[in-house]
């Protein structure tokens, strides 16, 4: 379809060339007028732009010729032609273009390994710049073709082939197809070593992070496709790594030897490997295994040299290992930027001593100027005052930088929830060399910092329920936080008002101050026999309203991770509704705080005060990815307080995150979750059922329902005639009693909780996870006194670990700042046996699976 310009030229030599004396004759005549002829795209002032030839200048064959490169170097057209002819004054030069076609589509066929957005991205990146209404031409074409064959190979199919159709569309179009045949999916099915290796092949095979023979991890990871550009990065940072770790200093390692063979695919299925496989060997010759010769340090001031040699942790006689020098290298270069020296340096030397086998090694530092901070600014926060964010940071203007505090602030500032994660994209620190100072800009992207709406649906806790909110956890942009609540359902109403300072009196002592009023109705089910056995129903135990207020206050220690305070809480509770056959035991713990149990119900008090620890380290507010989160309380009730029981409650709390780097690369997150509680109650005081330790649920352990996991007990209760004396039993001659299985609630309770996060688009996201925890009853005697009854705790049910397992998926909606979840649950460890109480035996049988929706957090 091109043609050359060399036409238009041999044109203007046959039109121009002449006798002398016509070219003497030329130099007088005019150029009369300019002509555009065959251009259909392009604008005719687009062309005249490249024309530098006017009416009225000499008519000249040189400047014409000049025209013609010119326009052939915008490479708007394949034909350029020039023709002249006279006019009535002159000369009338007309150039006839004829313009490259235009792609009007492109079109991938037979792509099933990788998606069109995968080409287009590679395209992209690559910068072959075909994209629809693009100029055609041929190299993009021969371009094109070559990455989508790399495609091919890196999507594990090498045997594949590309080519290109072109279809005219007239009158200057073009459609461009690529049809690609995949062929069979080719694995790698063997990785061998030649040579002096040393080590076996299963230990090099290991070293290699990025090529690994077809196996169950290869599936996830994809390490099993084979590039020739993946394997020598591969070669040159990890395996040559590997023996320098060992001491091979001067490791040789060939260009590999790359076949596609047929061999066994084995008999698992979803595991075999492919029919054609990529059979791999590895020519290496590790040469001499080197020992530490001479190790020196030059110039470590304002540090110790032989202070720092130490951290090496090799001496005079150790066998090299190379990694561990660099890593011990970069330790330095952050322990010097921490200390302002952020351009330090060293200059390495090393020697090879081939008779004794040593490797001497020097590094002369360059520590640079130290830089102190002189500005940090902040972009990209329109609401949130400068001030919210400066006192976040450790970092301080004037002070000399540090990299970890910078480190440090930005993770404090992730851990506020104002903002979208700021990652290193989003700061940068600018030295001036010349005054020794740097500036750190960080910018923000503001999230929505309050939220006004109507909450609803069904949850494990609240059961169906409707709710009104407003909260701001930056309130004005000032950094406080603000909430006001009302929930209503059928097993919960709640009305609460909170409001917290972080920073008292722009100090680090924060203030929360909280008011609320819930009523909450405990549930419990057939497996405690409460309940008809065919209906499994949740029957209601009792319900609890309780009124109160908590004052907490809280200090950042220094400039670490850790903070420290103190909550007081007082609250007045009344219980209601208590199910037969629970009342006798429930009751029977307000004995003595008044003449009638029952009215005592009615106006229980409770102060309490809790010391509290805390340390975190995760990187975001909500969906962290890494980082730890420890809180430690001990909650202290009644006695000098005041309040109707005296009791003790420690908590401790443990959450650790971090990236999955093995299977999704750092794309999807583990999180881990330890809770363990113990309540225990001093002076004559018993604790009171309502504060004893129910679990199962979404929170706790998702596969059992909410608060159903419980140690039993069987309370046999005397049965007194109309006189008050005792019913003998004629049976057995004894007093008779009459007993119930209730469930009692644990002094001591403990819950782990595994998750692998794996988000899928946006708000929707998966995780897998796996509950495991008990409640069980450690102190007899904190369950009360009961008088001429008894309590029995159930053995078998006191001991027992439930577990769950599990996926559930997640959906955030915009309006809703909890996530929705829908549960699919199966219980491996689970009660399923039959005890007798008295003479009635029961069947406690906990399901063995469970679906459920819910709106909130895990953990």
Known sequence: MAKSAITGICIIGFLLAGPVAFAQQSQSVKIERIDIRGNRRIPEERIRFYIQSFPGDAFDEASLEFDLRALWKSNFFDDIQIHERDGDVGKIITFIVEEKPVIRSIEFIGNSAFSESDILDEFKEMKVGLSIDSRYAPSKIKSAERILKRLLIQYGKPLGTVRSEIEDIPPSSVKVR???????????????????????????????????????????????????????????????????????????????????????RGLIPFIRKSKQQFYIEIPVDAGDQYRIGNLELANCEPLNCEGLKAF??????????????????????????????????????????????????????????????QRIDFTGNTKTRDKVIRRELLLEEGHFFSSTLLERSILKLNQLGFFDTIEEKDYEVLPD??????????????????????????????????????????????????????????????????????????????????????RYRYDTYSAFGLTDLSTGDPLELFTQRTTGTTLTFNKRIARSLWSAGMRYSFQRISITSIAEGFETYALGQFVGLANNPRAALEGITRSEITPMLSYNSTNAYFNPSRGTSLYVSAGLSGGILGGDFSMLHPMVEYRHFFPDRWLSGGRNVFGFHLMGEYIQSFGDSSIPFYERFFIGGENTIRGFDIRSISPLAVLSTPQYDQYGNPIIDPQTGLPQ???????????????????????????????????????????????????????????????AIRSSTGVEVQFVLPVVSAPFRLIFAYNPQRLDQTINVGNRPYRLREPSSDIKFTVGRSF
């Open 433 to 518: 060399e010349r005054q020794g100072t740097v500036d750190v800009n960080i910018n923000v992207v503001e999230q929505s910092q309050q939220s006004i709406g109507f909450t609803g649906g069904v949850s494990g806790i609240s059961g169906s329920f409707i709710g009104i909110n407003y909260s701001t956890n930056n309130f004005m942009g000032r950094g406080e936080s603000l909430e006001f609540a009302f929930t209503g359902g059928t097993r919960t109403t709640t009305y609460i008002v909170s409001f917290t300072e972080p920073y008292l009196f722009d100090t680090t002592w924060s203030m929360g101050v909280s008011v609320y009023n819930r």
């Open 178 to 264: 690529f049809v690609m045949e995949e062929g069979p999916t080719v694995q790698i099915g063997q990785i061998r070593f030649a040579g002096n290796k040393i080590f076996s092949d299963d230990e090099l095979k290991n070293a290699l992070e990025l090529n690994k023979e077809h196996g169950i991890s290869t599936m996830f990871k994809g390490t099993d496709k084979y590039h020739p550009e993946k394997l020598d990065m591969d070669i040159a940072l990890n395996l040559e790594k590997f023996y320098k770790a060992h001491g091979y200093m001067q490791v040789q390692v060939g260009k590999p030897v790359v076949r596609i063979l047929q061999g066994p």
């Open 737 to 799: 009693a009459i007993p119930n299985l209730i469930p009692v609630g644990g002094d001591t309770m403990g819950v782990f909780n595994f998750e692998y996060r794996i988000p899928i688009a946006g708000p929707l996201s998966v995780a897998a996870f796996y509950d495991m925890g008990m409640a069980r009853v450690s102190r007899k005697e904190s369950l009360g006194e009961f008088g001429a009854s008894t309590v029995e705790v159930v053995g078998s049910a006191n001991n």
């Open 312 to 373: 090496f942790g090799l001496k005079e006689g150790d066998t090299v290992n190379f990694t561990m020098i660099q890593n011990t290298l970069e330790g330095f270069k952050k322990l010097y930027a921490d200390m302002g020296y952020i351009n330090w340096s060293y200059i390495p030397e090393q020697s090879f001593d081939p008779e004794k086998l040593t490797y001497n090694l020097k590094f002369d530092f360059d520590t640079g100027k130290r830089f102190q901070v």
